[in-house]
């Protein structure tokens, strides 16, 4: 029961009551307050003592089995002793102090006692206050019979009934027995009490001794920065305390099996059973489990067994990446040196025998870096496959790093001489002990020299060549750096070698242009070939390469001629005309087997098409004999144009070999190949167009126009023919004529012989 009562707005009465204490002897009742007023002070220290009593029990066991159970961070474990702390001090202040130095009036006694006991009749309260006021006021036979009734009362007075004994009586009982367990831990578990204060009263972070012992790898004071994106490996390792004695098996069962990790993001909280890595070890095992892809800030918690590992901050932070890549080079002298600079790619290619400079620049400061050149080696041992070996081009550590400056991010390294590829690889390591995720990496290609591609053909020549002859080349020469000779190789087979430098060669240019209007000529008059001799003949080309002693050299084909006399040239040409004829001919023949057909298949009534002309082709757009014109059309300009072809090359020939007259250039370019040409370039496309066009009215049966194109073009193939035929007239004339020469030689020498004969007979004569 609170007795915190207002005091009655009156001085002090107990002074005034001892002044008339002759008058009305009201000493009784003021030793029955101030008896009463003690033991209302003893009821609110008892009552005090024994709420401080629960509070300390409570709050001793409440945080020793919370901090045992998840040992809270050091902020958590200021926030709950300040709380408790409030605690103590409003059970202080407002239940004792305040209480205490509440002043206890008699008046406000009188009215308490008066309410336990209605036999007074208001009268002790009425005693206690007329004694309290000026005496003029007071009737002194009022205040003795007051008092008198009030002293008669006093017999009956038991302040007991006043104060709840029972309740207090408990609440004092559970304050001693709160304080009692106190005090029975830290006398019987001393280490516990120590335990508790020195992380709830002195806030140490000394973990609680547990069966169960947990470490985790890699978090230094329970923090770990890792690289964002990357999937972070957790190792816990579990071991058991003040189990040395047990045996491996029964450690090994003694173990916990499970381990818990708790890991909180911006989603929420997330339990994952971590896997048993390996086997027991040194009576340890571990435990891990990988958080894929972290992508932000992660707070982790382990549990297991009895032990808990809390307060674990994953820190996501960008690791190291790329920035810039600087790579120049200088490649060698004979391609003009001078320090160059190539774009990054994977593959960078750079000329051979380079010296190369790479600059990385990374996106972080960093602690240590290195950049490495791998180079494959085949092992001496054949049964194994190649392998590679590392060359540290430049290293950056934490002790020849700057500080400041952008050169604590650049790593700078150099190939003195590039001979092969090499990949190039750049690990970083900055600031945060963080490696770059992606790997940094690209390749080096040596660019070799490549010999010069000689693509180049004689023109007009063919496997045999008079020895007055001029041999034509056309073509292209081609180097990927630059030229420094090509030369015509003339090779007399068991005879001399004679090299024509080309005039149209600039030193280090990389492309020598030979177009067929205007080819490289190299004359054999000044070989002074002879008859039946053969001849090799190849165009080389070297280029600037001195990279392995000698340069590189490229060769073109190498062509084999035989050299003749002219009468036996002109043989072989005039044998290959006559081929020609005969290929012409019967290109002449199946042109006129499909005209025919087409002819064949024209009746006389021009409005009634014939049932077999309008049978169609396989495509089913034209009719099968206008079909088969159109594809006989097509045949023929194609032969015609080669044949074209060959009677020019023939011409070509004849004029390389100087035997080339007016009246067989005449023949063979204006009277055969021209026309030849004409044919196959208009007027058999215009009768294979006719065909498409003409379709529509062959369906009606009028052909007459279709029949009269091809008509006028075969006409015209055969003058071509006719052409031909004079020309072998010609040429059989020409044979004769030369047969009267061959006699004509063989009687010249005959006579010469016989000349020769008398004259040494007559010498002879006596």
């Known amino acids: 029961m609170s007795l915190l009562l207002d005091p009655p707005p009156t001085d002090l009465l107990t002074d005034t009551v001892m002044r008339r204490a002759d008058e009305s002897d009201i000493t009784p009742l003021l030793r029955m307050l101030e008896n009463l007023r003690r033991q209302t002070r003893r009821w609110i220290w008892v009552e005090s003592l024994a709420l401080i009593g629960l509070l300390s029990a ?64 208001d009268s002790l309260s009425t005693a206690i206050q007329l004694a309290s006021q000026p005496r003029e006021d ?4 009022l205040l003795a019979r007051t008092t008198a009734e009030a002293v008669v009362m006093l017999r009956e007075v038991r302040t007991g009934q006043l104060f709840r004994r029972q309740k207090l009586t408990t609440l004092a009982v559970l304050g001693l027995l709160a304080a009692a367990s106190i005090a029975a831990m830290a006398t019987l578990q001393p280490a516990v009490a120590h335990m508790w204060i020195r992380r709830l009263a002195l806030f140490s972070d000394d973990h609680w001794p547990r069966r169960v012992s947990l470490a985790i790898d890699d978090f230094s004071d329970g923090f770990r920065k890792v690289a964002r994106g990357s999937d972070v490996d957790v ?11 047990l045996s491996d098996a029964d450690y090994k069962k003694k173990l916990p099996s499970i381990i818990d990790l708790r890991s909180h993001s911006s989603t929420g909280w997330r339990s994952e ?6 086997g027991t070890t040194d009576k340890e095992q571990a435990f891990g489990h990988v958080l894929k892809n972290v992508g932000e800030d992660l707070m982790l918690e382990v549990r297991g067994g009895d032990a808990r590992i809390s307060n674990l901050s994953v820190k996501v932070i960008d690791p190291p990446s790329l920035e810039k890549l600087s790579i120049h080079y200088t490649p060698p002298t004979y391609l003009g040196g001078g320090k160059r600079q190539v774009p990054p790619s994977r593959i960078v290619q750079v000329p051979r ?31 194994v496959g190649p392998q590679q070996t590392e060359e540290v081009l430049s290293t950056l550590t934490a002790e020849n790093s700057p500080a400041t400056s952008i050169a604590s991010r650049s790593l700078a390294g150099r190939i003195e001489s590039l001979t092969g590829d090499r990949t190039i690889i750049a690990r970083f390591t900055d600031s945060d002990q963080l490696v770059n995720r992606e790997p940094i990496a690209f390749v080096l290609s040596a660019l070799p020299d490549d010999p010069p591609l000689v693509t180049v053909r004689m023109r007009g020549i063919s496997t045999a060549v008079t020895p007055r002859a001029r041999i034509p080349l056309d073509g292209t020469i081609v180097d990927d750096h630059g030229l420094e000779e090509a030369v015509v190789r003339l090779t007399v087979v068991d005879g001399a070698e004679t090299a024509f430098p080309i005039a149209r060669l600039k030193r280090g240019a990389s492309l020598i242009d030979l177009p067929t209007d205007a080819p490289e000529v190299v004359p054999l008059e000044a070989l002074a070939l002879s008859v039946g001799s053969a001849l090799k003949v190849a165009v080389t080309a070297v280029d600037g390469c001195t990279l392995d002693g000698a340069p590189n050299s490229g060769t073109s084909d190498v062509w084999s001629l035989d050299v003749v006399t002219p009468e036996l040239l002109l043989a072989m040409l005039e044998a290959r005309e006559i081929l020609l004829r005969r290929r012409y001919e019967s290109c002449i023949a199946d042109f006129t087997q499909t005209r025919n057909r087409l002819a064949a298949t024209t009746g006389s009534t021009p409005n009634e098409p014939d049932a077999k002309a309008l049978t169609t082709s396989d495509d089913g757009d034209l009719p099968a004999d206008t079909a088969m014109l159109s594809e006989s059309t097509s045949r023929a300009r194609g032969e015609v144009d080669e044949i074209a072809t060959a009677f020019r090359e023939i ?62 073009v075969l006409a015209r193939m055969r003058a071509v023919l006719d052409k031909m035929m004079e020309l072998e007239s010609f040429n059989e004339v020409i044979e004769i004529l030369r047969g009267v020469i061959r006699t004509q030689e063989e009687i010249k020498t005959n006579t010469l012989e016989w000349q020769k004969k008398r004259a040494r007979e007559a010498l002879e004569r006596p």
Not at 138 to 141: C, S
């Open 58 to 121: 409570t709050v001793f066991w409440g945080l020793l089995l919370l901090d045992w159970s998840i040992e809270p961070p050091v902020w958590v474990r200021i926030l709950l002793m300040t709380t408790a702390f409030i605690g103590f001090s409003w059970i202080v202040v407002w239940k004792l102090f305040l209480r205490l130095y509440t002043p206890l009036t008699d008046g406000a006694l009188a009215i308490v006692i008066e309410r336990g006991h209605a036999g007074f009749h």
């Open 138 to 141: 007071v009737d002194p036979a």
């Open 235 to 245: 190792i816990v390792r579990v071991r058991l305390n003040g189990a040395a004695e």
């Open 273 to 278: 059973r971590m896997g048993m890595r390996g």
């Open 353 to 383: 025998g380079s010296s190369v400079e790479i600059e990385c620049t990374s996106t972080k400061p960093l602690s240590a870096a290195t950049l490495l050149a791998t180079i494959d080696k085949s092992p001496s041992d054949k049964t």
């Open 651 to 712: 011409h070509r020939e004849l004029d390389n070999n100087l035997l080339l007259t007016p009246e067989l250039e005449l023949r063979l370019i204006v009277q055969i190949a021209d026309p030849l040409a004409a044919i196959a370039t208009k007027d058999l496309p215009d009768l294979s167009l006719a065909c498409r066009s003409l379709a529509d009215q062959l369906l009606i049966g009028n052909r007459a126009s279709l029949l009269a194109r091809a008509d006028l």
